[in-house]
């Protein structure tokens, strides 16, 4: 496990004001200087074209132009297009996020002695994504970061307030025209994760929004394209774009806002070249096709490193905001933080990982043996894990996952829910064999 210095990706302001009017984020722009005078493209190709009459030749069309002169070929420029297609796309699934809390701040005398406290308000930003929608009744479910929408150090540490900003409507976010009131149902710091709901939104009913579709697919490989899109120093929705620089590491997060206290998560990370910035905690994080690979939660805090940003999986993402929506809508939500999710009894760990290259799909992978460690639920020290078996409590398939990295059991075990079985497929003294454990309550336990 590598302990990184990183910082959350949200935006945290102090602003009194930020309900009772607008947030003029205007003169972003040339603040330093007027803009320069660049010309475009377009501009390029008509005054090409223009010399090509000049000499009596033909005009070229824009694709023509394109392969001509900017060494694009035909192949290039339609992927171009349909990567551009996918990130517009997905700014219709996006929406920004200002989730407000009220805090108590000391106040001191000349003397720096403690006189009193005083009580203000104060918002972070970040991003969210759409993850289902039902437009004719204006509801839907948002998945974000739990620290967008966490403050330890406020009166009431899940937001009082949260609102969400499609793309376009995030420029003032003016709450009074067009903020669509959410509230959150689901929220564990131990996954950085929050579930938020709308329900009947007049907004959200006559937009444009869809739900963007997580990729099924549990693992990742390096090199693949992706974009991130998200809501970077509150400016509202943008789009970077670039490749999983790695498909899987682990990293430590400080999560409080408070320098006494000693907060600290370790998290399963993508790592990405894409320009994460802060207010992008909560926004997706898309392949070329428009799946959702992953959700935004970090950078490197490093002023040495250059884009090294970090997304959760979504393999992992799409199973816990699935287990969230199941535990509210059997429990509702009392407002803290944290998770009901099962465990294994016995314990496991992997052993040193195997790199082979696939010569069908023309990638590097990584292989580990995940080998039992402590014995329990008939698991045996030395059991080589196979495969592992989700069965519903009508005896349906619900996964039924090969096991060749460990964070695939960590992930699966996620789908399971009290009663369900779990059928784990062990390698043991050379022969295979299935292991049927039945999960009642004692395998449940509450994660923060």
Not at 85 to 96: D, H, M, Q
Not at 401 to 428: A, C, G
Request: aromatic share 8%; with cysteine; proline share 1%.
């Amino acid at each position: 496990m590598k302990k990184i210095s990183a910082i959350i990706a949200s935006l945290i302001l102090s602003v009194a004001v930020l309900f009772s009017g607008c947030i003029s984020l205007s003169g972003v722009d040339g603040k330093d200087g007027k803009d320069g005078k660049d010309a475009s493209i377009y501009q390029i190709y008509e005054a090409v074209n223009e010399e090509r009459v000049k000499e009596g030749l033909e005009e070229l069309t824009f694709l023509e132009f394109a392969e001509q002169y900017l060494s694009y070929d035909g192949d290039a420029l339609a992927e171009a297009d349909s990567l551009q297609a996918s990130i517009n796309r997905s700014l219709k699934t996006g929406v920004s996020i200002a989730a407000s809390f009220t805090v108590q701040t000391p106040v001191y005398n000349v003397f720096g002695q403690v006189t009193g406290t005083k009580t203000e308000r104060e918002t972070y930003f970040g991003a969210g994504v759409i993850i289902d929608i039902d437009k004719e009744a204006g509801n839907a479910y948002v998945v974000t970061n739990c620290h967008v929408i966490y403050n330890d150090a406020a009166v009431k540490p899940i937001a009082e307030n949260v609102y969400l900003f499609l793309y376009g409507q995030d420029e003032n976010y003016d709450v009074a025209s067009c903020g669509i009131t959410a509230k959150v149902i689901g929220a564990s710091q131990s996954y950085d994760i929050a579930l938020l709901k709308v329900e009947d939104s007049l907004i959200l009913r006559d937009s444009a929004a869809e739900a963007a579709e997580f990729t099924t697919a549990d693992d990742v490989y390096m090199g693949e394209t992706v974009y991130a899109v998200g809501n970077p120093q509150g400016y509202g929705m943008s789009a970077t774009q670039g490749i999983i620089s790695k498909e899987s590491e682990t990293i430590l997060i400080k999560l409080s806002s408070s320098q006494a206290s000693q907060n600290v998560k370790k998290y399963r990370v993508i790592r990405t070249d894409a320009a994460i910035n802060s207010g992008n905690s909560g926004g997706g994080l898309f392949d070329k096709t428009g799946k959702l690979v992953g959700i935004v939660n970090s950078k490197s805090s490093n002023t040495n490193v250059d884009n090294l940003g970090f997304a959760l999986p979504a393999s992992n993402v799409r199973r816990l905001v699935r287990l969230m929506l199941d535990n509210y809508n059997q429990n509702g939500f009392n407002g803290e933080n944290g998770v009901s999710r099962a465990y294994l009894k016995a314990e496991y760990a992997a052993q040193p990982k195997l790199s082979k290259w696939n010569e069908e799909t023309y990638r590097y992978e990584i292989y580990e043996s995940v080998k039992i460690t402590k014995a329990g639920d008939g698991l045996e020290a030395d059991d080589a894990i196979r495969n592992i078996k989700v069965l519903n409590d009508n005896g349906e398939v619900v996964e039924n996952k090969e096991v060749t990295r460990i964070y695939h059991v960590d992930d699966v075990l996620l789908s399971v829910r009290p009663n369900y079985t779990v059928v784990i497929t062990v390698s043991r003294g050379g022969e295979q064999k299935d292991i049927n454990i039945k999960t009642g309550s004692d395998y449940f336990v509450t994660v923060d």
